[in-house]
């Protein structure tokens, strides 16, 4: 049995939609019923996910990958090509999506501004993040996921982060047409659904 720790409807989400697909057995424990959770996790973050073996692995991108591979999901490629372009659409989300909204959650929640200069400063960091999901919708111009024909964890991820709009709602974070038709199709998915339904979470939609 894995534990899973979690902020619900945060990015450990993505894990939480990959463990119901993988079809493993385990338990969501929300990091603020942990008493000391940064005794466990240093960076006191989410995900962090306990192995039946006991091992704490922390950091989203290392848990899919132990994941995927402990359990031969066909979501990682075997074919070198195919792999490195799964990677490179993991590390998007991972290093490069994600960062991007982490700075605009910083400005809202942690530091002490003028309320106006931080809603200047969040339109600012808006137009970065919608030029990422500009990225994102011409890659989907040809394909029905952002890998090829199949969801993969790479969606989920995104489809989790496209709910983070709700957190901002003024600063104009734009979602192409693309983008929109991926959301529609990956939070109807049994497995993301049934994610969201584990961690009594409904799934907000951006638009
Ligand atoms: N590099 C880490 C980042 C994790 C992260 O930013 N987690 C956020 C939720 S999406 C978190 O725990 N936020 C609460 C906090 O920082 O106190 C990873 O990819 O796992």
């Keep these: 049995m894995y534990t899973l720790y979690t902020i619900p409807g945060s990015c450990s989400s993505g894990i939480t939609v990959l463990l119901e697909k993988l079809g493993?057995?385990?338990?969501?424990?929300?990091?603020?019923?942990?008493?000391?959770?940064?005794?466990?996790?240093?960076?006191?973050?989410?995900?962090?996910?306990?192995?039946?073996?006991?091992?704490?692995?922390?950091?989203?991108?290392a848990i899919v990958l132990y994941l995927l591979e402990k359990h031969s999901s066909s979501m990682l490629p075997t074919d070198l090509a195919k792999k490195a372009e799964f990677l490179r659409w993991l590390m998007f989300d991972y290093a490069t999506l994600h960062p991007a909204y982490g700075r605009m959650f910083a400005i809202r929640f942690r530091v002490e501004m003028d309320e106006g200069e931080?809603?200047?400063?969040?339109?600012?960091?808006?137009?970065?993040?919608?030029?990422?999901w500009a990225?994102?919708?011409?890659?989907?111009?040809?394909k029905r996921f952002i890998t090829g024909d199949e969801p993969t964890v790479v969606d989920y991820l995104a489809t989790v982060?496209?709910?983070?709009?709700?957190?901002?709602?003024?600063?104009?974070?734009?979602?192409?047409?693309?983008?929109?038709?991926?959301?529609?199709?990956?939070?109807?998915?049994?497995?993301?659904?049934?994610?969201?339904?584990?961690?009594?979470?409904?799934?907000?939609?951006?638009?």
Excluded: M
């Design 24 to 61: 493993v057995s385990y338990i969501p424990v929300k990091r603020e019923d942990v008493d000391d959770y940064a005794a466990l996790v240093p960076t006191n973050q989410v995900p962090a996910l306990q192995t039946p073996e006991g091992q704490i692995i922390t950091e989203g991108a």
């Design 161 to 207: 982060y496209a709910s983070w709009v709700k957190n901002f709602p003024d600063a104009g974070i734009v979602l192409g047409t693309n983008v929109r038709r991926l959301i529609e199709d990956v939070s109807a998915l049994p497995e993301f659904q049934a994610g969201y339904k584990k961690e009594n979470q409904e799934y907000h939609k951006p638009f």
């Design 135 to 142: 990225i994102l919708d011409k890659e989907l111009d040809e």
């Design 118 to 132: 931080r809603a200047g400063v969040l339109r600012q960091l808006a137009v970065q993040v919608s030029s990422l």
